[in-house]
């Protein structure tokens, strides 16, 4: 029933960009946090970026400055921009809604994720 659909992945040099999109049906999304988390080769899985259903947004030191989380709550989707790769960032990138509970972010349901791979 709860569906997320990433899209947007694909190969990109370094120093490019690229904009993931997640598709969301079966919740009511506008009361949800969203995130987006990554997991590369051999890696932990991290949660690289959130927002709340407020607009707060909040990233992983990691990513800060080069990557910009938003929501469009009319179209159910949220977005990952992703500027200035690096070789380091590929990875599947998976869209999350989830919950924040005292100022953390709790993942709830997943989508399939989406590869991100970043190479000259």
């Known amino acids: 029933q709860v569906q997320l659909v990433e899209s947007g992945g694909g190969l990109v040099q370094p120093g490019g960009s690229l904009r993931l999109s997640c598709a969301a049906s079966g919740i009511i999304f506008s009361l949800h946090p969203m995130g987006w988390y990554r997991q590369a080769p051999g890696k932990e899985r991290e949660l690289v970026a959130h927002i709340t259903s407020s607009g707060i947004t909040n990233y992983a030191d990691s990513v800060k400055g080069r990557f910009t989380i938003s929501r469009d709550n009319a179209k159910d989707t949220v977005y990952l921009q992703i500027g200035s790769l690096k070789p380091e960032d590929r990875a599947v990138y998976y869209c999350?809604?989830?919950?924040?509970?005292?100022?953390?972010?709790?993942?709830?349901?997943w989508g399939q994720g989406t590869q991100v791979t970043v190479s000259s």
């Open positions: 999350n809604a989830g919950r924040v509970q005292r100022g953390r972010y709790e993942s709830l349901y």
